[in-house]
């Protein structure tokens, strides 16, 4: 399966000025990803109460929804944006943002190898 290609943070801004700036966390976005069912580099499957979390947001009238922003404002956020054109490329790019400030991936790749190594032994 190909990997999605990510557009720089640049080139998004000036396609879509009304993007916004990083307002969730790489959990948050990988998360969001997950629900939505991207493919499994990107995504990170929520906990038990994560999803029902997620699940009351999906499903909040707007006055409800409100009120949920004020105790979940990443997930609400997340789920806001996630229905726009380019709202994939923006959960990607928190993702890939966050992978190349930590090393995360890097990390989670040499623990895959170690693991496909130990079988193969």
Known sequence: MDTPEILAAAELKALHPDRPA????AKVARQMLYLLGDN???SER???DELL???AIRH????????L????PEQV???KHS???WGLDWLRGIVEESWAATGERLDAIAAEADVLLEQCS
């Open 60 to 67: 909040a009238q707007p006055e409800l929804l409100a009120e």
């Open 46 to 48: 929520p906990s038990g």
């Open 83 to 85: 229905l726009k054109s």
């Open 40 to 42: 499994e580099t990107w």
């Open 69 to 72: 922003a004020v105790f979940y």
């Open 22 to 25: 990083r307002v969730v966390s």
């Open 53 to 55: 979390v997620w699940g």
């Open 77 to 79: 956020e997340a789920m």
